[in-house]
């Protein structure tokens, strides 16, 4: 089963004791390494190694990530808030003598002096940073849990549409099999029907060792047995790959290298119209699946 890397993941919601809101959205595309790109505020900082290393161990391997964490602190019991007097007091008085001097209504009240936050003075105290990861952590989870059933979906369909298109790929390449045994017996009929027309105007007798001679060079130059044997082989290995839970988009991005060097040099040995067509069919299935493959992890 192959992943892909496109995906998106994201988890919301309320600590249990009610003192933080935290978001965490994952998103990646194709890369040929895992990149990681993580966005907190600078005092959550120190969570980026952590994030980093939890990705690790969930066993994401590639992908360009862009992860942001965000956390907003709703309620914290350790924070002091106190009255500042004399800031309240000159700001009162301030609000006074503009009620006299233009002649307003005196609505001056404890919430409407309240509304100016610059009337408290709050003592913070330190965040405790592994408190921190442990709110964290449940919610990066769950995003990672929606990011890779994500990948899994979007793998799914790709890998379909890849054993379509190596099952193509192997009724081709059985398709070059069954022509090649015929290259040598045509190329003998052509070879003995243009010598016969030329020596016949000269009066010389054909050579029928020569052209056995003749032929068995030509089908030593074209012969792909060897290069058919490599890609069923490929095959082979390219289902195995397939079915394995581990990632293996790099291994079989090589393998498809691999096959298309083949299918090239089958190219080369081909003398046949037709069998040049159907190589280069070959060629157009493979670029197909090496552009699909591009975003498998």
């Known amino acids: 089963m192959i992943n892909s890397m496109t995906a998106y993941g994201r988890a919301a919601g309320i600590t249990p004791d009610g003192s933080r809101e935290i978001l965490v959205e994952l998103k990646s595309v194709n890369s040929r390494y895992l990149d990681t790109n993580i966005k907190v505020s600078r005092a959550h900082g120190y969570l980026e190694d952590k994030v980093k ?37 000159g700001y009162i008085a301030a609000l006074r003598q503009l009620r006299d001097t233009f002649d307003l209504p005196d609505d001056i009240s404890t919430m409407r002096v309240a509304q100016n936050r610059e009337v408290f003075t709050t003592r913070r105290t330190e965040e405790d940073a592994e408190a921190v990861w ?133 190219g080369s040995k081909c003398q046949d119209p037709d069998a040049a067509a159907v190589v280069i069919e070959m060629k157009h299935v493979l670029e197909k699946m090496r552009e699909q493959m591009q975003n498998v992890e």
């Open 134 to 266: 442990a709110a964290v952590a449940p919610f990066l989870d769950g995003a990672i849990a929606e990011f890779r059933d994500m990948r899994r979906r979007e793998g799914q369909a790709m890998g379909l549409d890849l054993q379509e298109k190596k099952t193509e790929l192997a009724a081709l390449t059985a398709d070059i099999a069954a022509r090649a045994a015929e290259f040598t017996a045509t190329y003998r009929t052509k070879l003995e029907t243009r010598l016969n027309a030329v020596l016949e105007e000269r009066d010389i007798v054909l050579d029928a060792a020569r052209i056995v001679n003749e032929c068995a060079i030509f089908a030593d130059k074209t012969a792909v047995d060897e290069e058919l044997v490599r890609l069923n082989s490929h095959f082979a290995a390219f289902d195995e790959m397939m079915q394995s839970t581990q990632p293996v988009g790099r291994k079989l991005d090589f393998l498809l290298q691999e096959m298309n060097r083949e299918v090239n040099t089958i």
């Open 53 to 89: 290393t939890h990705l690790a161990a969930s066993g994401i391997s590639r992908g360009k990530m862009d992860i942001y964490v965000g956390i907003n602190q709703i309620l914290n019991p350790d924070n002091e808030v106190t009255l500042d007097p004399a800031y309240a007091a």
